[in-house]
């Protein structure tokens, strides 16, 4: 093998090595796992800093930008496709800007070119609306977002002062064990360990007023499943409590609509001698599943549990109020 070959050679061990140490490694640690002189590392990272994106640390450590680093993927046609209409998604739930998922789907969209002309005009175009002027420019959601992407990338802590919904401002150290997509509420949640209370904690991006990376690194527990986290939740919301059995009846004008799609993992429907179709499932949060419940209006009855039912009758009450409409008038 020739020097220059030895040389790519050992700029890919060196790449594979830094990916697998997010906190950074020494040019002797280096040295010492390729088996050189340090001497040879030295020599080699000005070519390897041209090649991939470096943070040089205070105490001498060596990690790659994971914020600039180019992911090698490859991707068939049927998979583009699928990542495509999943960003299309995400557009059409999420009212903020995100100039990142904007950047991948043009990336995508010219990778497509050649194979799949036509696709790839349609591709660019959604990255393009993704990008008007009318998408809600946030900056201060956006960098909230990128910071614990990078910090659950490394596995370092952050701080954060968060705003609660009573608009009190709290400090927490957070670690991110997981960033959820909230379609219900068009927003994205970081759920991780919080320090205080010393517990599973999930936080509204878009309410952190502000948050900074720390040096402090953790680790997610191998027993940690997001699968089993939201086994039972509607959307976002989980409990360590027994998840509840939530009945609804829905009418037989959409009782066909109703059992076209898969609401809930736990779900099971029955349709009924009128058409009507029941449906049941277990919910860790049954209150959230309000709007979507509201969403079906007088098609949709809730039977179990009686505090949802409850819950509905309450709202009733009130929009014959708003409205002022007497009782004999909502029965007509």
Known sequence: MSRAENKADRLLKMEMLLLNHPEGLTQAQ??????????????????????????????????????????????????????????????????????????????????????????????????????????????????????LTIAWAEERKTQIWYRKENGQISEYFFAPYLIEPYAIGQTVYGIGYCEPPGALRTFKVERIERIEMTQINYSIPEDFSPVDLFKHAWGIWFTDGEPVEVVLKFSPRVAQRVGETRWHRSEQVAVQQDGSLLWRARIAEPQEMMPWIRGWGADCEVLQPESLRKTLEQEVRKLVEVYQLSWSETIQ
Do not use: W
């Open 30 to 147: 280096i040295a010492r796992r390729l088996g050189v002189d340090r001497s040879v590392i030295h020599r080699n990272l000005p070519d390897f800093e041209r090649l991939y994106p470096t943070v040089l640390r205070e105490d001498g450590r060596i990690c790659l930008d994971r914020s600039a680093y180019l992911i090698k993927i490859a991707l068939s046609l049927n998979e583009a496709v699928a990542v495509h209409l999943a960003a299309r998604l995400m557009a059409t739930r999420m009212d903020r800007h995100n100039p990142h998922a904007a950047s991948a789907l043009r990336k995508l969209g010219v990778a497509l070119e050649k194979l799949a002309p036509r696709i790839s005009k349609h591709v660019r175009i959604s990255a393009d609306v993704m990008d008007e002027a009318d998408q809600r420019q946030d900056p201060n959601f956006l960098r909230a977002l990128e910071i």
